[in-house]
Each structure stands twice: as C-alpha cells, then as structure tokens.
C-alpha cells in the first residue's frame, strides 16, 4: 500500500515519488530550482493511475502567489493540523548533529524530512 498524496519541494526524485503512490496517487511538484528535466516512466504512471501536476512560485507576481497561499491555507493547511496529511520525518538531530544531517542530505537517498531540533527532554534522537 502506498500514499495518496507526495508534495515534492525541487523534484528531488519523480521515479520514486510515482513508485511510493497508492492507485490514483498524486504527485505534485513545486519549484524545479533550474534542476535537470526528470524523465518520466509513463508505464507506472499508468500503472499506478497516478496523477502529476507542478508548478512554480517563483516566476508568479505578487498577487497570484498570495492566491496559491491563500488556496493553501483554505484546502491544505486545515487537513495538516488534522493529521490527515502528515509529512515523513526521516530522521531528527540535535542542532548539534548538523554535520551529519547534512552528510546524509548530500546523499540524496532518503524519503523523508530531516528536521534538526533545539533541545527538548522528552525529544527523541535518531
């Protein structure tokens, strides 16, 4: 079983992001930051019955942008504070392990978020 929905900040990996979706999955991407062009296996995306969509920020002025975050707060931001969209959090460091999260970042092979955490006593360390 796979997830219904991946928000992908850059296109980091378009293959994997197709492969992680469940049947009908969506896949949205948001700002290429002059990346290279992802090819696009149109076999599993037909497979999966995914869907694609992307779009940038960058090149909008300022009136379509407080629309899109406008839509955000309206549609998206509602069902994060419902847990029903919930981001994968990978690993988490003490802002002292920066230097690691940013080895494993450079790898460019994880799925999730890598969140670096001033302290906390009941914060959990990977």
Excluded at 24 to 42: A, E, F, M, T, Y
Excluded at 73 to 96: G, I, Q, S
């Amino acid at each position: 079983m796979g997830v219904d929905f991946v928000i992908d900040y850059g296109a980091s990996d378009l293959r994997r992001n197709i492969e992680c979706c469940d049947e009908r999955g969506k896949v949205v991407i948001v700002d290429l930051h002059g990346r290279d062009r992802s090819r696009i296996d149109l076999a599993l995306l037909e497979e999966k019955r995914a869907e694609i969509k992307a779009f940038d920020l960058q090149s909008r002025d300022l009136e379509d942008k407080a629309s899109v975050i406008a839509e955000v707060r309206t549609h998206f931001w509602p069902a994060v504070l419902k847990e029903k969209v919930v981001p994968h959090v990978e690993y988490r460091f003490p802002v002292t392990g920066a230097r690691k999260a940013l080895n494993l970042l450079k790898k460019k092979d994880g799925i999730g978020k890598i969140i670096l955490c001033m302290s906390s006593p009941n914060l959990k360390m990977d």
